[in-house]
């Protein structure tokens, strides 16, 4: 057997090729093998552990016969596929499925085969080849045929060998097309995937889409826009002009042009034409992203949008012609909020769908639209607020959609993931169950298919914050060092310190559900403070330092859901309910010797701000209304420092008295793009982050911003900084961060 190159497929030392024995015994024998209790007789396809039948897949029994006949060589696994598909082109994972088998029906103890990563597999346990004679009744049956024969007349004789050669040739046809409709290795017998990038999380992909044939993946990542040969991972940079960041929407049907949104500065987007092959890229709509092809290539459907330093949030649907003229709006945000995902095409080009998301504390409604975007008429198909923004219409009718797991909070997704998929009858209706297709590596962000929708793709993001730790110098000015304090890969969120300096408050989601943990910064395993049932977050100390307060809100709890506000022991202890109300996501204290301690809760686009007693509950003053913002109290308890939220292009801070409500601003100048606000220990500066995903990918800041309005950065990363919390002595700080890795995947035979 050779390869295209002529070279022999086998080993690259002397041994026979693959399908050779080992070893001959003469006239009358074959081949019989022994290793452990197992016997393999390749001739009879018998598999046998003490003298028990054993049952394999045929190509699993191939596999075992090529490993056990070259035992203790390794076999190379381009040279396995050759030999055990010599007429067909599969994937990888037809071959691990089959090893996966044999070391289940073997088991591992012993071992039997080792795996050489990268290169292939070789066969470790020890094997005895036996002659397997022919019995003397199978001697005696044949001696006895050829005495028969013999007596038959040669007419006849002729006329029986004729028929025997008919009926063992008609035999062997039927057979042989029985195993080749029942085991042809192309044949869909389960969902194969496949890991087609592997950029670390310095270099995320950003977007990807797969050609109309499927034999391309065009993506982006921090370096530019890439086309990769998916079948041998041959990679090419498209070219593009040196200033022209782009993120990869959809290909054109002619497969030679990608649509593209272009990223530009300040925060804006816009859809362009480009060409693999290089030259100038055509501007097609001024204001949009995530463009989708219609099947015929004769429009776009893309989003309106709000862009923020993370990414891309759809507030309208737009159809234009497919060079960028005549755009017609199809879908609004509903003035409630909610953001639109890319929108994908039905196979006739007649209606688009896209995931409608609206978001609030601890909650989140998600559905997906069908709109006959030539009349502007949209209707729900179904709800579920596991939804995330990938979905993808098949040419037969079919609905992939993403599903992520359970929100752990507020500021945290499951990081699980899947595929799943419903039949949609002509009418739009939905038919049938819907059916999951497959376990995503991580959240599945969006989806994309081959013009026949035998190949799908998908991007998925595994990204998780935990709490660091570090050194700052005096007064706050530099940081000197971090480590990491949380070395599990929970999501974890660190909101306070114990009075003596010595240990971080923080929320984590390690044992499924946001429990409040306590980790002094010299240990390795934190102390877990308080479970319970429902989501537990923020964990925060009253001002004398006698008790932490945290807020406990049901699962999945929307905005008329009771939240609480509790209290426990510093040590740990019996919890006590402090007040209830609706929608908490914010509660801080000031420290002794003031006594002021605020809450917020959310009403539709504002917030209202309560102040509190930590024995008494709450105060009948009337609550401070501000549109939706984050906020900080001082040490002193005499300020509020404000940062709006969802407005990314923000370089101003609002400061506000707590006593007589007066406000002043401050500007982070050259800061656009401030996320998350604290005080420092001595209440002289504030520390800021600061976040952005750009035309260089994405990066991150920590800045020291005094209350002149002087910004002095203290840490950059390509991570992201959620928050930082200065100790109470002012020389340690403790550092939400958050790290991952975003790549592409495909799946077949779905």
Request: net charge neutral; charged share 20%; aromatic share 8%.
């Amino acid at each position: 057997m050779s390869d295209e190159t002529g070279r022999r497929v086998g080993s690259k030392n002397s041994r026979e090729p693959l399908f050779a024995a080992t070893g001959t015994f003469g006239p009358g024998t074959a081949e019989l093998y022994e290793f452990g209790p197992f016997r393999l007789d390749p001739a009879e396809r018998r598999l046998s552990r003490n003298n028990e039948l054993l049952v394999l897949t045929p190509k699993a029994f191939d596999t075992l016969v090529l490993l056990v006949r070259n035992s203790g060589h390794l076999l190379e696994k381009d040279e396995l596929i050759r030999a055990l598909w010599p007429d067909s082109f599969v994937e990888e994972g037809n071959l691990t499925n089959n090893i996966s088998l044999l070391r289940k029906a073997l088991g591992d103890d012993p071992p039997y085969i080792e795996t050489v990563p990268k290169l292939g597999y070789r066969f470790i346990g020890a094997v005895r080849q036996l002659p397997k004679t022919v019995s003397a009744s199978q001697e005696r049956r044949s001696a006895e045929l050829e005495l028969v024969s013999e007596a038959i007349p040669e007419r006849r004789r002729s006329f029986f060998r004729h028929w025997v050669a008919i009926v063992f040739l008609a035999s062997i046809v039927i057979a042989a097309l029985v195993w080749a409709n029942w085991w042809n290795p192309l044949r869909r017998t389960e969902v194969i995937e496949r890991k087609l990038t592997a950029n670390s999380s310095e270099n995320i992909v950003s977007s990807a889409a797969v050609s109309p044939d499927g034999k391309y993946l065009a993506y982006a990542d921090n370096m530019g826009v890439f086309l990769k040969l998916i079948r041998t991972g041959e990679t090419h940079s498209v070219p593009l002009p040196p200033d022209f960041s782009a993120r990869v929407d959809d290909w054109f049907p002619d497969g030679s042009h990608l649509l593209v949104s272009r990223e530009e500065q300040p925060l804006k987007a816009s859809l362009w034409s480009i060409s693999v092959f290089g030259g100038s890229p055509r501007l097609l709509v001024h204001d949009g992203s995530g463009g989708s092809l219609s099947p015929d290539g004769a429009h776009i459907a893309f989003s309106r949008i709000d862009l923020s330093p993370s990414g891309f949030f759809g507030r309208e649907e737009w159809v234009v012609h497919s060079d960028g003229t005549d755009p017609v709006k199809v879908a609004a945000d509903k003035a409630d909020g909610s953001l639109l995902g890319k929108p994908t095409w039905s196979p006739d080009g007649k209606r688009i769908a896209y995931v409608r998301t609206k978001l609030a504390y601890n909650s989140r409604t998600s559905s997906v639209e069908v709109n006959d975007w030539q009349n502007a008429t949209a209707e729900t198909l179904f709800s579920d607020e596991r939804l995330t923004f990938g979905l993808h219409w098949l040419p037969d009718g079919r609905l992939i959609y993403a599903l992520g797991g359970a929100q752990i909070s507020n500021w945290q997704d499951s990081q699980e993931s899947s595929l799943w998929m419903v039949s949609l009858q002509q009418s739009g209706k939905i038919s049938g169950q819907p059916k999951r297709v497959t376990q995503g590596h991580g959240r599945i962000l969006n989806i994309s298919g081959s013009a026949d929708g035998k190949v799908l793709i998908y991007r998925s993001e595994n990204w998780s914050p935990s709490v660091y730790v570090g050194t700052l110098a005096a007064h706050g000015t530099r940081f000197l060092a971090k480590k990491r304090l949380t070395l599990d890969e929970s999501a974890s969120h660190v909101f306070s310190w114990t009075p003596d300096s010595k240990a971080v408050l923080f929320n984590s989601n390690r044992n499924g559900t946001p429990e409040i943990f306590k980790q002094a910064t010299d240990q390795p395993v934190a102390e877990s403070l308080m479970t319970s049932a429902e989501q537990l977050s923020q964990p925060r100390v009253t001002p004398d330092g006698s008790e932490i307060l945290y807020i406990s809100a049901p699962k999945s709890s929307g905005p008329e859901t009771p939240t609480s506000i509790f209290a426990i022991p510093i040590g740990g202890g019996t919890p006590r309910l402090v007040l209830k109300d609706l929608s908490i996501w914010n509660v801080q204290c000031a420290r002794l010797p003031s006594t002021i301690c605020l809450y917020s809760i959310t009403k539709g686009n504002t917030n209202e701000t309560f102040q509190f007693d930590v024995k008494r509950g709450k105060s009948t003053a009337a609550p401070q209304i501000d549109p939706r913002c984050g906020w900080s109290l001082s040490p002193d308890g005499s300020q509020l420092a404000i940062l709006a939220v969802y407005n990314f292009n923000q370089d101003t801070i609002r400061l506000r008295s707590t006593s007589t409500g007066k406000t002043r601003d401050l500007v982070a100048r050259g800061w656009n793009g401030l996320r998350g606000i604290a005080w420092s220990a001595d209440g002289r500066s504030l520390l800021v982050t600061w976040y952005n995903h750009g035309r260089e990918g994405r990066e991150s800041a920590l800045l020291n911003v005094t209350l002149d309005g002087r910004a002095s950065e203290l840490l950059h990363t390509s991570n992201q900084i959620y928050a930082a919390i200065p100790s109470p002595d002012g020389r340690l700080l403790a550092i939400t961060e958050g790290a991952g890795t975003m790549n592409v995947w495909q799946i077949e035979n779905f």
